[in-house]
């Protein structure tokens, strides 16, 4: 389904991770953000307050097991691997910069005829 709705877009934005997917094949640019642990778990504990009322605390400690590792699922070792697999260019994103100044090194990064923006998404990113 997933790779169904990937072609009948033109362009299109999926946000997280999709190692393992098989969908490598289609898509023409990976960007990878890293941001430090503390910073990740306040952000989903921030999240998952917002969205279910609350944070489970499971999930959490899972969560900020990322860079080490975790015994099950995804890790940094573990995206940094599929990262050198990837024909597509990858940008990587590390800190906490604000969404606009991630936008503008993406854009800054590829030229505008390799992510073939037209004028209406040149002035959304600047």
Request: charged fraction near 25%; aromatic fraction near 8%.
């Amino acid at each position: 389904m997933f790779e169904r709705e990937l072609l009948s877009h033109e362009r299109c934005v999926v946000a997280g991770s999709v190692m393992g997917w098989g969908v490598e094949a289609f898509l023409d640019l990976v960007v990878f953000l890293y941001v430090e642990t503390s910073v990740r778990i306040r952000r989903l504990q921030a999240r998952e307050e917002a969205m279910f009322g609350h944070a489970d605390p499971e999930f959490l400690q899972w969560a900020a097991q990322y860079d080490e590792g975790p015994p099950e699922g995804r890790g940094l070792v573990k995206h940094e691997a599929w990262l050198r697999t990837l024909r597509c260019p990858v940008i990587r994103l590390a800190g906490e910069l604000p969404a606009t100044e991630q936008i503008a090194c993406i854009v800054q990064a590829m030229p505008n005829s390799a992510l073939n923006l037209d004028a209406r998404d040149r002035a959304f990113v600047r």
